[in-house]
């Protein structure tokens, strides 16, 4: 058992409904309600409610004064980072890796596939019965630009190995060497996007990728190119991107936008050869499966004084 006083672990799920949890902690169930469950200054590990928007997940962060651990039940951590100054030194932030990789690109997938294969069109079509038939693009022979080589753009090429593309092109923040080859750092991005046919975002958000793709790296995009955002919608400058939408010189799939939830009326949502699902990747039955066997481990570790897993910073 940690040697801290404060015992309590906020989940956002019930303690009852996850296999596993270690016992000897007070479990408070807190999924973004306006009420706490208990003082937060007896919070000793709290897991942030699950798209709830960074509102929520920051607000009982000011009065943790006694919380070893904050968990993150998303991939990214853009939406606790805002709070972090909140809290006391030696906080370990942890993220959720494992738990999105196989629904984001599954839904990577998807966009390339409905946007490439013409999918908005047919159904339109079938709304007014209308037989769209004709030649579309495949991603047979395509060359595939993943920007954002980590557990996400991995899982990502592990599904596009069967599609036959001519070559799939990894980039990260830094260039290093895996068993499929090389990733190049991001400072390549102007030599690489020539090149791609398709390129799909998986990067995290944070101060070097915020409006990475404006103005230059979209006029770097070969004409009819398709972009594919998994990331966050800010990594895309939208008004750049609506300007090449309108043209017609590119084509777009989005899972997230900016601003998001994207308002009614806003001209993103009819621009041509664009395709929107309603931030939806890791929404999928495989999550919460996923996220209760990864708060089961991270708490027994906690409970055992171990080292917690995922981690990715620690305050001070």
């Not at 962060?61 to 100054?85: C, F, K, R, W, Y």
């Not at 790296?217 to 190119?225: E, V």
């Not at 899972?255 to 939830?261: A, G, K, L, S, W």
Request: glycine share 10%.
């Amino acid at each position: 058992m940690t040697s801290a006083t404060a015992t309590d672990v906020w989940l956002p799920f019930a303690a009852e409904e996850i296999d596993g949890l270690p016992e000897g902690l007070n479990y408070r169930f807190w999924d973004g309600g306006r009420d706490y469950p208990a003082d937060p200054a007896d919070c000793a590990f709290y897991v942030v409610p699950y798209m709830k928007g960074p509102e929520v997940a920051v607000r009982p962060l000011g009065g943790m004064n006694a919380v070893q651990v904050v968990q993150t039940l998303s991939a990214g951590i853009d939406h606790v980072e805002p709070g972090l100054g909140l809290l006391p030194a030696g906080v370990r932030l942890c993220n959720a890796k494992g738990v999105h990789e196989a629904s984001t690109a599954e839904l990577a997938l998807a966009l390339v596939l409905a946007s490439l294969r013409g999918f908005p069109g047919f159904t339109h079509g079938q709304d007014k019965e209308e037989w769209r038939s004709g030649f579309y693009p495949a991603l047979a022979d395509k060359s595939v630009l993943v920007v954002g080589y980590g557990s996400i753009g991995a899982a990502i090429e592990d599904r596009l190995e069967p599609f036959e593309c001519a070559r799939v092109v990894r980039v990260a923040r830094s260039a290093r060497t895996t068993a499929r080859g090389p990733v190049h750092a991001i400072e390549e991005l102007p030599a690489l996007l020539p090149d791609a046919d398709v390129v799909i975002l998986s990067t995290p958000l944070n101060p070097s990728t915020q409006g990475l793709v404006g103005p230059r790296f979209l006029a770097a995009m070969r004409d009819g190119a398709l972009l594919v955002n998994v990331a966050r919608g800010a990594v895309v400058d939208t008004d750049a991107l609506l300007s090449e939408l309108e043209s017609g010189r590119l084509r777009a799939a989005l899972d997230v936008t900016d601003p998001e939830p994207l308002p009614a009326g806003h001209p993103l949502w009819h621009a041509p050869h664009t395709l929107i699902t309603p931030h939806v990747g890791g929404s999928t039955s495989a999550f919460l499966p996923r996220a209760k066997r990864l708060l089961a481990g991270q708490l027994t570790r906690f409970a055992k004084g171990e080292p917690v897993g995922n981690l990715v910073l620690t305050t001070g």
